[in-house]
């Protein structure tokens, strides 16, 4: 079954620093992937995805992500933290079931910028 | 353009009573439409989904039904809610068989106590 790992469920940057989420997938299909970000009380909000083009995905925000087949993952980077990126971060998985994808998504990282 | 909208916004119930949660896709027909539940430190889970009206696949069996009665419309509903239902739903849709691209509504915080 297809699913998505996320290591981490808290990660501390400074403002200015280097930001990396970390997501490993499980697919016996090449997958498609996303990665969602949601602000307190809000919806989610798609930041990338990666569609089986290129492998170097750049989204909204200054966030880009790999997809790597050999070590199963598409990590999320930001080279620079800014303090309105503290939110929480999904990545998830499309999966194909009975009559339409779904989306599967990982348990999230919470992402704090530290002024 | 496309907007999902949810309500009510918040919610708070006691035990036992009924639920309704609606939403509303404009600017596009024949979504997918789907339901997510978010617990605390648990992600988002499946709920139902939806390919169109009258249709709705469940993914896991719980205290609560959904219903699709118009194209755009998509309604979450409970006859007594449990303490276990308090959450965070969410309600998204996508276009068809594409890339499996969700677009979300702004969520209901339902607390049950």
């Known amino acids: 079954a297809q699913s998505v790992t996320q290591l981490g469920s808290h990660v501390s940057v400074s403002e200015g620093a280097l930001v990396l989420l970390r997501c490993n997938y499980s697919?016996?299909?090449?997958?498609?992937l996303f990665w969602y970000v949601q602000y307190p009380n809000q919806g989610l909000q798609l930041l990338l995805k990666?569609?089986?083009?290129?492998?170097l995905v750049k989204g909204i925000n200054g966030f880009e992500a790999e997809f790597k087949k050999s070590e199963t993952s598409f990590h999320l980077t930001k080279p620079s933290a800014h303090m309105s990126d503290a939110a929480e971060y999904f990545c998830?998985?499309?999966?194909?079931?009975?009559?339409?994808?779904?989306?599967?998504f990982g348990t999230g990282t919470l992402l704090a910028v530290q002024p | 353009s496309q907007t999902i909208h949810q309500w009510p916004a918040t919610l708070v119930q006691p035990v036992g009573s009924p639920l309704s949660l609606e939403c509303t896709v404009e600017?596009?027909?024949?979504?997918?439409l789907y339901w997510y539940r978010q617990a605390a430190g648990r992600g988002l889970q499946l709920l139902f989904y939806?390919?169109?009206?009258?249709?709705i696949s469940s993914e896991v069996p719980q205290n609560l039904s959904a219903s699709r009665p118009q194209d755009r419309q998509f309604i979450l509903s409970s006859k007594k809610l449990l303490l276990s239902d308090s959450g965070f739903y969410l309600c998204?849709?996508?276009?068809?068989?594409?890339?499996?691209?969700?677009?979300f509504g702004e969520g209901s915080r339902l607390t049950v106590l």
């Open positions: 998204a849709w996508s276009k068809g068989l594409t890339t499996g691209e969700l677009f």
């Open positions: 697919s016996s299909v090449p997958p498609y």
């Open positions: 990666y569609t089986s083009a290129a492998t």
């Open positions: 998830a998985v499309s999966v194909y079931g009975g009559a339409t994808n779904k989306l599967i």
């Open positions: 600017g596009t027909s024949n979504p997918n």
């Open positions: 939806s390919v169109g009206i009258g249709q």
